[in-house]
Nanobody, 125 residues
């Protein structure tokens, strides 16, 4: 399976961006998905997660109320809508899929099996 993120780029503080993670080679339906981000010299950080059903989501405190994760299994995609962006949101963003069973939102990067290549998001002050 290959996960590919789309939609990153440069935005001014206070602006919005949407990231989409598209999968090829395997349907994403019935599998938990997550979004993480990483800045140079720091560990990968949990951002958001969604259950296999899409009925539950979980967010890092730093993005709660500003980011929304959703999934469209018909299109085999997961999205992350980001608003009220600040320079602290600048990072490489990764989507990930957990192939195992389990109806939860997962926040540990070691709980995911496959990852996208990452997409740069830069927020200017």
């Amino acid at each position: 399976v290959q996960l590919v993120e789309h939609g990153g780029g440069l935005v001014q503080a206070g602006g919005s961006l949407s990231l989409t993670c598209a999968a090829s080679g395997h349907p994403l339906g019935h599998y938990a998905m997550g979004w993480f981000r990483q800045t140079p010299g720091k560990a990968r950080e949990f951002v958001a997660a969604i259950t296999w059903s899409g009925k539950a989501t979980l967010y890092a405190d730093s993005v709660k109320g500003r980011f929304i994760v959703s999934r469209d299994d018909a299109k085999n995609t997961v999205s992350l809508q980001m608003s009220s962006l600040t320079p602290d949101d600048t990072a490489v963003y990764y989507c990930a899929v957990r192939w195992g069973t389990g109806g939860y939102c997962y926040i540990g990067d070691n709980e995911y099996d496959d990852w996208g290549q990452g997409m740069q998001v830069t927020v200017s002050a």
